[in-house]
């Protein structure tokens, strides 16, 4: 029969930082919103919009969407370190792990469009900028946040796939984080219906979940198949 090894004692803490970077990464991005106060809907009336952008405290929101931005880097470590971990030898590994590293990329930049608008919307609406200009910046932050959902629905795709491929992850916890991305995937679609939320709060939730697993794996959960094969009699 052909025995099985389990993967290098090296990559036991660098799971254990990724778990840590998914972690943190939430903890930015949820306390920067709470920072933040959240931007009006895009259906909004004048005085949502009078009350963030103008009635507010500037330091405070630009605090919080800086807070925001950082766990968009934080988040580009995360995906750089899940590329590497969930990768093997064969060559649909090599890109799949390409994807996932460009995908961290690609969302990180549309959060930091999101938020470097809601910054100038802030500033704008504290310096006499009409209602008109306030919601075509709070609308283009919204929009680039909606297109960040999607990105990482194709990057929570190629992780789930990665995780199948290299049995990084549990076979369910890889199926349902294809499953969760499929879901962000299509809820750009959805403006205006609420479903970029619900996407949200799903890979919330699923990164949540990744996280404390990779914090409490004492073992990792991949084998690799050695050329040894053991003779029993």
Known sequence: ???????????????????????AYLVLSFG????????????????????????????????GSYVETI???????????????????????????????????????????????????????????SLATLRALNESG?????????IQGVFLICVGSAALTSRSLPSWLAGLTVAVGSVCLASPLGVGAGTQQLAFMLESALYVVIGIHLLRTRRTAASVPTSRSVVTA
């Open 1 to 23: 029969m052909t025995s099985t090894a389990p993967t290098s004692e090296t990559s036991r803490p660098l799971r254990r930082i990724l778990g840590g970077l998914l972690i």
């Open 142 to 150: 919204d929009i680039a946040f909606f297109i960040s959902i999607g």
């Open 71 to 129: 766990g968009a880097i934080i988040f580009v470590l995360a995906a750089l370190m899940a590329a590497r971990l969930f990768r093997t030898g064969t060559e649909i590994s090599g890109w799949l792990a390409s994807v996932i590293a460009a995908m961290g990329v690609l969302t990180a930049a549309a959060t930091v469009t999101a938020e470097a608008v809601q910054m100038a919307a802030v500033y704008d609406g504290h310096h006499g900028a």
């Open 32 to 63: 920067g919103a709470a920072v933040t106060g959240g931007a009006p809907e895009l259906d909004a009336g004048r005085a949502s919009y009078l009350k963030h952008f103008v009635d507010s405290s500037m330091i405070t929101k630009v605090t």
